[in-house]
């Protein structure tokens, strides 16, 4: 399980250290640094095998369903723009931490409890 960096470290050791013991949050810290690589390597064939099913299911719908035919490459292309959409909005939805200041927000609201 690979962790996002949007919470600080500080607040996903403190949670984890309710549950687990030192040793076990560490690992769990050196596994996820150990194997963060494997997410820039999965993520492309990830959403190469996504659009390549939606487009290859939208093709085989034009095959029978339609009179003008549709290369695949063209459903592809149009897959393509559509999921940019979806990966627009996790890039502005992952980069949102950098425009706050999330250490003094989150350190006031642990101040105020």
């Known amino acids: 399980m690979l962790i996002k960096s949007t919470f600080p470290k500080y607040l996903i050791y403190n949670s984890l250290s309710e ?3 030192q040793k076990q949050v560490r ?3 050196e596994i996820q640094n150990k194997w963060q690589w494997l997410g820039y390597i999965l993520l ?3 959403l190469l095998i996504k659009t390549g099913l ?3 299911i939208l ?3 034009t095959f029978f369903f339609s009179a003008i035919p549709v290369t695949f490459k063209k459903l592809w292309s149009i897959v393509i723009s559509a ?3 979806f990966l627009l909005a996790i890039s502005i939805s992952g980069n ?3 425009l706050i200041e999330t250490e003094n927000f989150y350190s ?3 101040n105020e409890k």
Do not use: K, N, R
Request: net charge negative; charged share 15%.
């Open 96 to 98: 949102h931490s950098e």
């Open 19 to 21: 549950q687990l013991t």
């Open 59 to 61: 093709y085989i719908g």
């Open 108 to 110: 006031e609201y642990w």
């Open 54 to 56: 939606i487009a290859y």
């Open 27 to 29: 690992d769990f810290f």
């Open 44 to 46: 492309p064939i990830l």
């Open 83 to 85: 999921e940019f959409v």
